[in-house]
Every structure is written in structure tokens, then in C-alpha cells.
């Protein structure tokens, strides 16, 4: 069985960082395509970042720049550094894993970030 769980939310004020990490178990992260995904109140939950199997890394041109994705292998956990917040990536950020880079097999529980002064 697959568990994905996140931590690392939490209230950041505008230009601050948060590193959210995902602690995984189940799968070898170093052989899988994990992701970081985001749902804001009344919106659609949306991909912020993705690395391949081979660490290939891809961001949407909202975040390009300002998050990062990366993984440690030793310890099976999946980061996304956030830098520059805005009070729009206020959102529930969720760590998620699949068979492809446009398919979602299992979700983390979701931590909660807020960007507000």
C-alpha cells in the first residue's frame, strides 16, 4: 500500500518561503513520477510541479522560478521549496504519484498553505 504523507503549511506572509515535504512509503520515489498539486477555495486542483523518473522537472508558468521540486532518494521524501509567495498560492497543497505524468494513482492527506499579511 501506497501512503503519501505531507507536512511543512502553514500561514507565511507575502515574499516569504515554505518547504513542504512528503514523506513516502510503499514505493521507491527514486523510480516513480511524483508530483505536487494545489486546490485554492472554488477552484479545480491544479499541478504546480512534477519530476519524472529521470528528474526531469516541470512547472506551470505560475510558480516557474519561484518553486522547486526535488527528492531525497535516502530518506524516500519529496520537497517543493516555495519561494516569492503570493497571497494566490494560497491553496491546499497536495504530494501525489502515478503511472504517468497526467495520471494521479495515490494522494497525500493535503497540508494547508496560506500566504496573508
Known amino acids: 500500500q501506497v501512503h503519501l504523507v505531507e507536512s511543512g503549511g502553514g500561514l507565511v506572509q507575502p515574499g516569504g518561503s515554505l518547504r513542504l515535504s512528503c514523506a513516502v512509503r510503499g514505493i521507491m520515489i527514486s523510480t516513480a513520477i511524483m508530483a505536487w498539486y494545489r486546490q485554492a477555495p472554488g477552484k479545480q486542483r491544479e499541478l504546480v510541479a512534477i519530476?519524472?523518473?529521470?528528474?526531469?522537472?516541470n512547472y506551470p508558468d505560475s510558480v516557474k522560478g519561484r518553486f522547486s521540486i526535488s527528492r531525497d532518494n535516502g530518506k524516500n521524501t519529496l520537497y517543493l521549496q516555495m519561494n516569492s509567495l503570493k497571497p494566490e498560492d494560497t491553496a491546499v497543497y497536495y504530494c501525489?504519484?502515478?503511472?504517468?505524468?497526467?495520471?494521479?494513482?495515490?494522494w497525500g492527506q493535503g497540508t494547508q498553505v496560506t500566504v496573508s499579511s
Open positions: 501525489a504519484t502515478g503511472q504517468s505524468s497526467t495520471t494521479v494513482d495515490f
Open positions: 519530476v519524472t523518473r529521470l528528474g526531469s522537472t
